[in-house]
């Protein structure tokens, strides 16, 4: 099965910071690449996905890059509001299609 | 405005059954593949199962396969898991996600807030 990581597992940033989390599989999986935004006590929200396009509704200084292997989330300018785990998610056909990161969180310094 | 109501969890003893249902509406729920998510206390996201839109294509994780059944029944725009020889290490946090596709995909573009199953004697 393809195993997703990513890095790093923790980040503390300052407001306005740009902030890049890191995601790779351990095979290709083209762009099938979703990043999932889940704020404390909250649901999980689907930020990006096909590696770089953004869900509707999402703030523009999200955006997703990579393909194959090698995936980035990046936020431009880090806002309190942002403040969440972000996970990476391999999908396209389950089973065994669906494999999440283990989780980015991402604080204010 | 898309809804996902889950239902169902509790607490139960090791070995012993429950029952996750989850209700929608807000979509045509039958043009949707259905999943469930899990999440352990302070864990990250495990896939659990998807079912796709006619139950053509059923899908389970590893950790689940042969003791839990996913279900659903469009007249009702209704998900179902059934949860039987529940083990502790099931304990968690399960949601209902639409997909964003008729088929087992798994990308999940709505979420429900999530039923909460304990397994513990």
């Known amino acids: 099965d393809i195993q997703m990581t990513q890095s790093p597992s923790s980040l503390s940033a300052s407001v306005g910071d740009r902030v890049t989390i890191t995601c790779r599989a351990s095979?290709?999986?083209?762009?099938?690449l979703a990043w999932y935004q889940q704020k404390p006590g909250k649901v999980p929200k689907l930020l990006i996905y096909a590696a770089s396009t953004l869900q509707s509704g999402v703030p523009s200084r999200f955006s997703g890059s990579g393909s194959g292997t090698d995936f980035t989330l990046t936020i431009s300018s880090l806002q309190p509001e942002d403040v969440a785990t972000y996970y990476c998610q391999k999908y396209n056909s389950a089973p065994p299609g669906v494999t999440f990161g283990p989780g980015t969180k991402v604080d204010i310094k | 405005e898309v809804q996902l109501v889950e239902s169902g969890g509790g607490l139960v003893q090791p070995g012993r059954s429950l029952r996750l249902s989850c209700a929608a509406s807000g979509f045509t729920f039958d043009d949707y593949a259905m999943h469930w998510v899990r999440q352990a206390p302070g864990k990250g996201l495990e896939w659990v199962s998807g079912?796709?839109?006619?139950?053509?294509?059923?899908g389970y994780a590893d950790s689940v396969k042969g003791r839990f059944t996913i279900s659903r029944d469009n007249a009702k725009n209704s998900l179902y898991l059934q949860m039987n020889s529940l083990r502790a290490e099931d304990t968690a946090l399960y949601y209902c996600?639409?997909?964003?596709?008729?088929?087992?995909?798994?990308?999940?573009?709505?979420w429900g807030q999530g039923t909460l199953v304990t397994v513990s004697s």
């Open positions: 095979q290709g999986i083209s762009n099938y």
């Open positions: 996600a639409k997909d964003s596709t008729w088929r087992v995909q798994g990308l999940f573009d709505y």
């Open positions: 079912i796709s839109w006619n139950s053509g294509s059923i």
